[in-house]
């Protein structure tokens, strides 16, 4: 299963990434109509003593967020792996449960509809949008084992280097 | 393989879940008095308030239970264990049998020894009938007192408010919600419940309920009367006790399980007697912080309890990892706050006690540590990386390296990274994924 | 960076090296204000992209941000072409603020030649030495004189690019105009160059890199000789040459019980009308009246620095100094301050947002300077100072009625000897300048550095400065102060001859001998000027280059474009300059090699980037002990 992966040294902290996730979940899909709509973004550039770190969800196996949900509305999906509290009959109520489990700090509030705002991992895109975004290769989408090897060898390193 | 499930909430539905996922042949049946589909108690103040209908209260899909190969035995009530049959016996007479049973019972509302009470009527919001009957109330007039300000009387006041009604809360501790929150904290979300025109008296005994009396107990809007200690009399069509809750224990009664405040459980979910399990509000387990057994009343915990023993029930042994027993998010009105372990503590408990407060924009952060491990938390007006927070508590990892950063607006994952406390985090890391 | 504050003994890094700042954000914080240590944490982390300069937002195609994956902008343009063309916009910003200064003293000089402004010319000395030198007939009467080296000033703002600024050719070391020639960096007019370079940094018009940093360097000749050296020179000439002069600073200094006017920005023209105003009677009676036991008028920033220097003469009664660029929402959130007068630059939009929670009332009072909120304009004009100095004293006694308690003053403060320049040292040093090259020569003076510029919060305020000049001071290294550093070392009591205790044995000795502090202050940053004579008189006594002296620069925490020319100014002067944050230049490793290595086989000088506190201070010696040897002292 594929997962959004982070080189966090060669994150400069532009936040193309935060964004290219704003404009997509955004109706217009473009950067400027995501401020006009107030879209906020799912992937949150935050700062270590100034150094960029961009928070990511994981979309954990057992993911406590999906505990934690007394709604019901946080769920992962069998098939993808997808964790979100979007697009299920059960409704979010924003009883912030989920920002309590979360041990990334990978949910926040939105504040339009007052539901918690997670990724969920661009469900129209084939690549989700911060990690075509990165204007770095600080982020990629890959399968963990895949990239844990390429990371292991050297011809891998290669290969990210031009990826 | 039979697995009874009794209770059909947030442990009771897991576990069912849990074991079809563990087990495609074998035969489930989840039993409950309620002849409801799941529906999450948590949802009812939506449900008061009207902003859910009761269809929406549903925590899985309308077809769960079918989709998941699960029976049922809806609106049924069991009464008697019978350990050595292996038969919970119904109060119907019927027997069913079982190979492995979970008792996820839940708790019921306690009616407090308040002088007056059994005349005006005790009314709690524990199910959808007390929601039911609490909206049928409703009808009579619209004004209302909650006695008890913790998180279940708050949130049904507050849903009443959005109702319409004219709402006000009566607290015998000196600051509502008292169990999780300090006064700091306590304040700014008072003051936040305040803007929504809920009148609060906390710091205040009820010295007597009165029902209404002479030609006023004809009309249709009849009043009670809550006198409080003071002697001020507060009018009231209806008046809702949250107080706190009991465990429902009495189905094991007898069979020789150890019962103490809930039930006893082992790290396994297991009962002290063979082939019987209980998660969720009716059991007793091991906090995280204080180390010793207790309740565990909160959502998520009986999620995780409830999975856990569904492991154990299919024959897959895990322990389940010490949980956190007072842990709370909750959003009144516009002000977010989380609490989590010893939160109320304070520098005379001998604990280190890290805080930022700033009235004028309703934010305070409480951070609660003992030899540099965090033991409690509050975050409120801002609570963005409370889990991160919330997690090293779970972890109960050393932080004295980044012990000044804890406060900042700005402390998030990231800190965690480079180092310092990477163990924790790698077996964080490890659990999650 | 947490191992860079010695300052104090707190292990975490502080939001300021100063406790009374300190205090302040706690105030600030708890009444839930957010001011700069909370707007800059909510701005972390920082693009990248534009830290190091590469990104380019000229055109509709852009923003174009050079990356491993995209080396080149949409137009073809490369990391070198946009950083130096970026370099360029910032250069032309910071020489045109200088010229608007500059202008603004000229005219004012005019106008006192005619009789219409408060100020009488100050230092009729220096203007017939300066008038002599530029070929003036010094056998006019003053004001005549005064009038047409004003327009001799004027003219040389205005003329073409193509003709040589006249006094680069007059005032710089022959050595140094021979560096240039060569290079074709000899300045014409400073607004035609302005122009020139603003033309040649518009989209698609210059992009060769190695121009454009000549641009830069051009550039900043133009402002150091005419914003620097020219301004501080007429404005001696206007307001008296600095004299060594005894002051106070820091907030404890706040009289809670008088009408408090700050004068904050640059430009000490209208607040040197304030000053001689506030002295009235009938303005007095009307702050009585009002409550108040008097009128107090304090210096904030650089206008500060320039009363304080002249509080002997024309700013006599001048109250003392608050603080520099990161102390302004500070100085407000006292409670204690009634009036700010902001003239030309540095007055930030955060000043407004503190004064909306108190009384304060905020006044620009330079035409150019306009704030969101800020309805009061008093535009200084020269033959209007009186009045307006006068009208902006009954505002604040107006405000000073609409006190509203609140009143918080930290209780710290230091004295403060100011007053340094090569008049002032001339004259104590009893006309000669060998008492101090003596020093130099058998090194109880091991060397000269200027700790210059602004201050700001990348590594808590003013905390990066003041452990590099404790540094250089230890080593003997006698520091000199300009601008907002000047007020860091004020706040922190180094300007005091009692500092000398934290100084090396040789530079003490010295320092207790002439009864001078170790760290000079020279004044406001347009006194960077001030110290370029300095140095040129030194290479001019010693019969040698700039660049060959035991003398460097640093800017330990940069900030804004004036700060930009003023370091290239002293690269191109020959000298090894400092910076503390990195410049946006990091993206192209040309101008990056440029500066800090190529550029030295040019010019002499060249640009020192290091963040560490103690291994810049290191350096600095390490480069001052290379030059002795080449002097062979």
New interface residues.
Partial sequence: MKEILLD?DKC????ACAQACAAEHSESKTIVGAILEGVRPRI??????????P?IC?H?????CV??????AMQKDPETGVVTNEGH???C?????????????A???DYRS?TALKCDRCPEREIPACVASC???ALFYTD?NVYADARRTAEGRRLLAIG | MRYLIIGSSAAGIKAAETLRGLDREASITVLSEENEPPYSRCLLPEYLSGKKSREELTFRAGNFFKDNNIETMLGERAVYVDPAGQEVILESGEAVGYDKLLVATGASSTCPPLPGIDKVGFTGIRNLDDADLILNRCRSGNKAVVIGGGFVGLETAYALNRRGLDVAVVELAPHILALQFDATAAEILANDMKQSGIKIYAGTATRELRPPEGLGRLGSEAENTVVLDDGTELKAHLVLTCTGTKPNVELLVGTGAEINRGIVVNEYMETTVPNIYAAGDACESTDLVSGEKGLTPIWPNAVIQGKTAAYNMAGRPRKVSPLLGLQNAVEFREVPAIAAGLSTSGPQDGLEILTVHQPTRGIYRKIVLEENVIKGMIFVGNIQNAGVIAALIRKQADVSKIKDKLLDYSFNYGYLWPGMVKKELEEMEAEAV | MSTECVTCTQSEVCTSAHPSIQEMYSRTHDMGLDTIFDRYQAQQPQCGFGMTGVCCQLCSHGPCRISEKAPRGICGATADTIVARNMVRLAVHGTAAYTHHLEEVAETIKATARGETPYTIGDPDKLREIASVIGLDTDKETNQLADELADVILAELRKSSTEPLALVKLFAPPTRLEAWEKLGVIPGGVLSEVRDALTKSMTSINTDPVDLMLTVLKLSLAAGYMGLVGTITIQDILLGTPGIAESRSDLGIIDPDTVNIVAHGHVPLMATAVIQAAEDSELNELAREAGAEGIKVYGSMCTGQELMQRSGSSARGYAGQLGNWVTQEYIVATGAVDLVMMDMNCSTPGIKSVADQFHTKLVSVDRVVRMEGVDDHIDYSPDKAEEQARELIRMAVEAYRNRNGGVFIPQHQSDVVAGFSVESILGALGGSLDPLLDAVKEGSIRGIAAVVGCTNNRNGHDTRGLNIMKELIKNDVLVINAGCMSSASEMHGLMLPGAAEEAGEGLKAVCNALGIPPVLNFGSCVDIGRIGVAVTAIAGALGVDPSRLPVVASAPEYLEQKAVVDGVFAVGFGLLTHLGPAPPVLGSPMVTRLLTEDIEGLTGGKVLVEEDPVKAAAKMVEHIDEKRKGLGV
């Fill in positions: 966090y400069n902290g532009c936040m949150f550039v935050q700062s270590v003593d100034g150094k960029p770190f928070i994981r954990c196996e057992d993911a406590p505990d934690a949900c007394m709604a019901g009959a059960e409704a109520v924003g009883c912030w449960m989920c920002i309590m489990a979360c041990p990334y700090g949910v926040d509030r007052n204007p770095n290769n963990v």
